[in-house]
């Protein structure tokens, strides 16, 4: 089992930054892909970015030459870095593990962007 905890959101105005933050703690979190999806209102929920174990990275459309994804396999966290932030990408976004055993969530962190 996992448990993943979101911090970094908050409030920033059009063409700033966040960085976000997914703490991991349980077992095997370095053997699995991590994610990245956010949901507007209104909306699907949508995947936003992707890192493998081997640290191969994978983005939306909507984000890419925006937003980087990494992981410190130290630290049992993966980031979410996010400039040029514009507000189409106001959302919640949340932390993803998949494993044959489940998938796996975090409580999720608002972003707004917003002058």
């Known amino acids: 089992q996992v448990q993943l905890v979101e911090s970094g959101g908050g409030l920033v105005q059009p063409g700033g930054s966040l960085r976000l933050s997914c703490a991991a703690s349980?077992?095997?979190?370095?053997?699995?892909?991590v994610n990245w999806y956010r949901q507007a209102p209104g909306k699907q929920r949508e995947l936003v970015a992707t890192?493998?174990?081997?640290?191969?990275?994978n983005y939306g459309d909507s984000v890419k030459g925006r937003f980087t994804i990494s992981r410190d396999n130290a630290k049992n966290t993966v980031y979410l870095q996010m400039n040029s932030l514009q507000p189409e990408d106001t959302a919640v976004y949340y932390c993803?593990?998949?494993?044959?055993?489940?998938?796996?969530w975090g409580q999720g962190t608002q972003v707004t962007v917003s002058s």
């Open positions: 349980g077992n095997g979190f370095l053997i699995f892909d």
């Open positions: 890192i493998s174990v081997n640290k191969d990275t």
């Open positions: 993803n593990q998949k494993r044959p055993s489940g998938d796996f």
